[in-house]
């Protein structure tokens, strides 16, 4: 398991460097097209990233997942919040490459002040690769 250090600055977009993982995953910087300093690399079924974010007043909000996937199926993931899982998964389609990424979004409620989010790969194959999550309140 990898604890991140400290909390992000107060930002919407959350980089995967700045957050806890465990299980088969890594940050990587191998193939381009990614921002920050690298992507989360999700090996196998249970892997998992998770972020404290700043959520400002609570409430609604979308969480949307910048990533890639040369995989030729989706690769689902469950999400959770706080805890409690959000009412989907999200499918993350594949994208064609491991540099060519796209977003995959979902509704949730975020919880004043700091809230937690969780995605854990919910296949063999592990999830996408993951650049980054950006919360929008």
Partial sequence: VYIA????TPTNIYQPEEASFSGDVSISNYNSGFTGSGYLNMGGEGS????????????PCKLEFRYASDDSNSRESKVTVNGLQVTHMLSFAPTGSWRTYRFDSLNAICSPGISTIRLTASTSRGGP??????IIL
């Fill in 129 to 134: 690769n993951i650049d980054y999550l950006k």
């Fill in 5 to 8: 250090k400290s909390l992000s």
């Fill in 48 to 59: 998992w990233i998770e972020w404290s974010v700043i959520s400002g007043p609570g409430g």
